[in-house]
């Protein structure tokens, strides 16, 4: 009984030094009112279906495949403009590529845009960005100086653009002077946003944090040897729609991709540790999700920009904080490039400018309204490793639901694939007789979608002398390091 009594004593001391002490009123506090922290983890040119929750083989994602667990899924979710930099402009804007005028890769997003990190910065929030930029325009590897070119983001951990990942260069804060990330750029990104994310633990602002890596995109080979190790090429089970002569040297790439995106599971699990060790995890909205996909020999074709399954969807995971009361499933919502933004907004409760044209998600989340029923993907003009002189790209506009793909290109009808039937898109049924009225039916509703967003379709040289782009004799705006 006395012993009971001393137990009752010291549990009641506690309590009080704990009521009474001021840290730990903090900490309290801040759960309660602090708006929700928001981590997107950005990679590039990973592919929807290489993840071990897609139904991937190939893929070793374990610790993708727990957070997808415990996420909104949105399977379908594409990259309307399926290249870099018009990705990057659209996910900060809110904006479609035509409104922000960053269609093609190594042109500067205006500096006046209204753009997250600004709209974050206003709303109270400490600002961070880790990782490749590829929205300045002035150069690869050159120094982007803080103020405009930075759009908003304080704490820059920033490179314009390389995939040299093991002899990465980086700009630190307002420091002008080259660095270089030691060894994988991939492990030294990852621990420069925990360290960040420690630091914000104790200020009375939440945060913003990007961290843009610059794998699974080429070259394939250069994850550290523990994980090349992990893929045999002869092992590889190949997409139905890579032709023979490009099998062997498709499986080889695959290995090495398949590496990288290993690489990048295990820094998701770390990061995810972390937040959970240091209490933010209930108070962070986790995006995870890729700039586009890599065709990776199906079709023919590498890399992106095209219309093709590899190369326009994307991975698209919210993890939401359980206060917020959304549920964790899948969804079949097409979310486009341009909704990543208002959908956070909404999340957070900021005011969403006008200048956003994306869709917000979270009455739909909250089961309020069905959106999303088809996403436009677009080519303004084909550049780089799709250029028209060297290897056929086309200007196109397609329309994507959740079964079929349709897309138009500046003669007319060009592809029309049935992805559940077909989800390798292998049988073109364009203009075959019993799919008239199908086709009729999504034309209507791409010239619809079209004239909703006032896109004239127009050649892609067009757009060009309008955003006064210099281009060389691809099409391609030129770059230095």
């Known amino acids: 009984m006395i012993h009971l009594k001393k137990v009752l004593t010291l549990i009641l001391v506690l309590n009080v030094f704990l009521a009474c002490n001021p840290k730990t009123e903090k900490v309290v506090e801040r759960t309660k009112k602090t708006p929700p922290n928001v981590l997107i983890l950005l990679t590039d040119q990973w592919r929807a279906q290489a993840t071990g929750y897609a139904g991937d083989p190939n893929a070793q994602t374990p610790h993708l495949d727990s957070l997808a667990a415990m996420s909104v ?21 809110g904006q479609r590529p035509l409104t922000h ?3 093609m890769n190594d042109v500067q997003l205006d500096t006046n845009a209204v753009t997250m990190g600004k709209i974050f ?11 490749k930029w590829h ?6 590897l050159q120094f982007i100086p803080p103020g405009a070119r930075r759009q908003g983001f304080d704490f820059w951990r920033g490179n314009e653009c390389t995939h040299n990942y093991n002899e990465s260069v980086y700009y630190e804060n307002d420091d002008p002077n080259r660095k270089i990330w030691e060894d994988y750029d991939t492990f ?13 633990k104790e200020s009375d602002s939440p945060f913003l944090m990007i961290v843009s890596y610059g794998t699974p995109h080429a070259p394939y080979h250069t994850a550290p040897e523990e994980y090349r190790n992990r893929f045999d090429p002869d092992k590889i089970i190949l997409h139905e729609n890579v032709p023979d002569s490009l099998k062997m040297r498709a499986k080889k790439d695959l290995a090495g991709y398949y590496a990288h995106i290993s690489a990048l599971d295990d820094m998701v699990g770390k990061v995810i540790e972390n937040l959970k060790e240091s209490g933010q995890l209930e108070n962070t909205i986790l995006v995870f999700t890729s700039d586009h996909g890599d065709l990776l020999g199906s079709h023919g074709a590498y890399k992106k920009q095209q219309p093709y399954e590899e190369s326009a969807r994307v991975p698209m995971l919210f993890y939401i904080p359980e206060k917020l009361k959304i549920a964790v499933e899948e969804k079949d919502a097409l979310m486009n490039s341009e909704d990543i933004l208002p959908t956070i907004l909404g999340l957070c409760n900021i005011p969403i400018p006008n200048s956003v044209e994306g869709i917000n998600y979270r009455p739909y989340l909250e089961g309020k309204e069905q959106l999303g029923k088809a996403a436009l993907l677009t080519c303004v003009q084909p550049f780089g490793q799709w250029n028209k002189v060297e290897h056929g790209g086309r200007e196109y506009r397609a329309i994507k639901t959740k079964q079929y793909t349709y897309a ?7 592809l029309l694939f049935d992805n559940e039937k077909d989800p390798y898109q292998m049988n073109n049924l364009v203009d075959q007789a019993q799919y008239a009225s199908l086709q009729n039916d999504l034309d209507k509703q791409l010239s619809e979608r079209l004239r909703e967003t006032g896109d004239e379709f127009l050649p892609g040289m067009d757009y060009i002398e309008k955003w006064g782009y210099p281009v060389d004799e691809t099409g391609t705006v030129p770059y230095t390091h």
């Open 73 to 93: 899924n949105f399977k379908n979710a594409v990259s309307g403009m399926p290249v870099c930099s018009p990705f990057r402009a659209s996910l900060l804007t």
């Open 408 to 414: 138009r290109d500046l003669k007319g009808a060009w």
């Open 135 to 140: 929205l300045d325009g002035h150069g690869r």
């Open 121 to 131: 910065s206003k709303a109270g929030y400490d600002t961070g960005y880790i990782g």
């Open 188 to 200: 030294k990104q990852t621990d420069a946003a925990i360290r960040f994310m420690n630091n914000q």
């Open 101 to 103: 005028g960053v269609f």
